[in-house]
């Protein structure tokens, strides 16, 4: 499980995240739900410890597994997909250590898990949008973490490969992980997510989508909209 316990992050002397608390717990897939700049990203750097909160803690419970945005990665440096996900194990210093048979034995598995085995020797600029996520997904499972931070997967994909990798990822939580993931695809998170939390610079409400749907002023307060925004129907719609 990860556990963010009254949570207070500073950037550039100003306080851009406060008073968030709230437990994802194993076996679950929780949405970050909010607009651009509310803190997401800094709420998912903070668990992974790159962040030092001013206030709070956050608690995980095992290895943290982190998934960036697909564009953070390097895509056309000539490597293919087995070294990518090797790389989950052995770190930005892989080249200078070599793989034992237990991380080919990982790195095999978190293939498998994603469907990824038959491009395995594909190097990774000649993928899809949809393979590349897939490829940082197992990268992120090598190293067999308890936990799982995903940040807007869905980003750049169509709507079938969306829903691919929302299966996925679900399943992964099935399996005692505890998974979190930011996205901006509001109705996807509506049906495929088991809770969400909805941030604005602080934790606005925490919930299940059927319990969220229903209250139209937290969307409001999260996302700065009016009570006729076409996005209240969709959302019950979704639900
Ligand atoms: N290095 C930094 N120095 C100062 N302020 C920063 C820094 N990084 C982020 N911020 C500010 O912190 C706030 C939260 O940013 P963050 O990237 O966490 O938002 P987000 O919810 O992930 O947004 P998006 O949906 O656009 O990715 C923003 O106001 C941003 O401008």
């Given at each position: 499980m990860i556990a963010f316990e009254d949570i207070a992050v500073q950037l550039g002397g100003r306080i851009?995240?406060?008073?968030?608390t709230f437990t994802v717990h194993a076996g679950e897939l929780v949405g970050l739900i909010g607009p651009n700049g509310a803190g997401k990203t800094t709420l998912l750097r903070t668990a992974l410890g790159l962040l030092k909160p001013v206030r709070g803690r956050v608690e995980v419970a095992g290895l943290i597994g982190y998934v960036p945005q697909r564009h953070e990665f390097a895509w056309d440096f000539p490597i293919s997909v087995e070294d990518v996900v090797m790389t989950g194990r052995t770190g930005r210093l892989g080249l200078l250590r070599r793989p034992r048979t237990t991380d080919w034995e990982a790195v095999d598995e978190a293939l498998e898990r994603v469907r990824m085995t038959d491009l395995r020797t594909r190097p990774v600029g000649q993928l899809s949008g949809g393979q590349r996520q897939r490829v940082l997904v197992a990268r992120a499972l090598a190293l067999r973490p308890a936990a799982l931070l995903l940040d807007e997967p869905f980003t750049g994909l169509d709507v079938p490969t969306q829903e691919l990798l929302s299966e996925l990822f679900l399943s992964l939580a099935r399996e005692e992980r505890a998974v979190l993931m930011t996205t901006h695809d509001l109705a996807g998170a509506m049906y495929g997510c088991d809770r969400l939390a909805l941030l604005n610079r602080s934790v606005v409400a925490v919930g299940t989508p059927e319990e969220l749907a229903e209250r139209d002023e937290l969307w409001m307060r999260t996302?700065?909209?009016?009570?006729?925004?076409p996005l209240l129907r969709v959302l019950k719609a979704a639900a």
């Open positions: 851009v995240l406060e008073d968030a996302f700065g909209i009016s009570p006729h925004s």
